[in-house]
């Protein structure tokens, strides 16, 4: 495998190629407009479609368009560009057709600034448009990770028939990163029910109207059904340093390297600290979370957000078991040092030191 | 010439490779035996008797993980 220099947005791009995807829609927004900008390049000379769409929302119909008839494709936005998918992501849910969605995060709400935040996490995970679904959402926490990530969700898109999205900050899209560039994905799943032309089959109909009672109630126990069967099969997380510690550190994206080395100082300083990553933030490691909360004696929520938004989260998972606190800011991403000082209040407080 | 005494504090590598991209007497490898704890192959010198203390690795480590005193 080659090993190259790579933005994380181009690592998603590139990954996507290698993933299958052969067609890309979408509308430029930074801090993503990076992703547009390489499949503008790269699709014309692989066979591919690359359309710059007149609106999010003629983009979102695009990508429903091109994942009806069963071809791996994608779109990419940030905050405000991902609002206004919303509705087609909806559609899209209810189709069951697979498909990624790319939203690298930048600062709200309104048109908000283009400095990296996580305080999409809500509208992600918590389906975002109208009516009873989720999606699978993957947070990566590296160019690396932007390029596997992004293939993973191909993969677990076309296996259980539903929209993925990538989330990521714009910190981490337009961090520069060695990537270790993977080989190209050959084998891909069947999907009879793809929009291909009905020669010598039934027609396939891909439709999100139900008006029946019946019909809509069993479409929706269906989905339910397909989101338990996800929730069962797709949780990832990963643990550093949880056996023994006292205090915990929940976060994910590029808040979890950040916090992964304020870990190892507040160590160096004598308090038993850990960290909990969510990879996928829906479905939520709630059972990670809670294992742990059995012996540890409080968790640290750590995000780019002000208010708070995973926070939740870890208080459904923990269910009132350990005290939970906050540390967040919006707009730029606090170093470790800054993090090991609050750890240290927050220790103290706990009293832990 | 001047000898080179090279001290890692391995647990900070993340095994980006600069320091063995850079090193003038290419002596420099990844310790393929163990796993620091942020799970990567922590960089090692493979001919420590060949370094001439010269000091590139540690200003090109990111991390701060090389020290380079001179005997």
Partial sequence: MQRVLMKGNEAIAEGAIRAGCRGFFGYPIT??????EYMARKMPTIGGVFVQAESELAAINMVYGGAATGAR?????????ISLKQEGISFLAEGELPCLIVDICRGGPGLGGIQPSQADYFQATR?????????????????????????LGFELADKHRTPVMLMAEGTLGNLIEP???????????DKPWAITGCLGRQPNIVNTLHMPVEQLQTRNQHLTE????????????EEFLTEDADLILVAYGIMARIAKKAVMNARSLGIKTGLIRPITLWPYPY?????????CKAMVSIEISTTGQMIEDIKLATAGKVPIHYIGEIARTPNPEEITQQLLVIAAKEGLI | MARGIVTFSSDRCKACGLCILFCPKQIMGFDKTSINI????????????????CGICAMMCPDLVIEVGRE
Wanted: a negative charge.
């Fill in chain 1, 31 to 36: 801090p993503s407009s990076e992703i547009a």
């Fill in chain 1, 73 to 81: 494709v994608m779109t990419a936005s940030s905050g405000p560009g």
């Fill in chain 1, 127 to 151: 389906g975002g448009g109208h009516g009873d679904y989720y999606i699978i959402v993957l947070a990566p926490s590296s160019a690396q990770e932007m390029m596997d990530l992004t293939m």
């Fill in chain 1, 179 to 189: 990537v270790l560039v993977r080989d190209e994905v050959t084998e891909f799943v």
């Fill in chain 1, 226 to 237: 397909k989101y338990q069967a996800i929730r069962s099969q797709e949780i990832r997380s």
């Fill in chain 1, 287 to 295: 059972g990670v979370v809670n294992k742990i909360a059995q012996t």
């Fill in chain 2, 38 to 53: 942020l799970g990567y192959h922590p960089v090692g010198l493979i001919k420590p008797e060949d370094c001439n203390g």
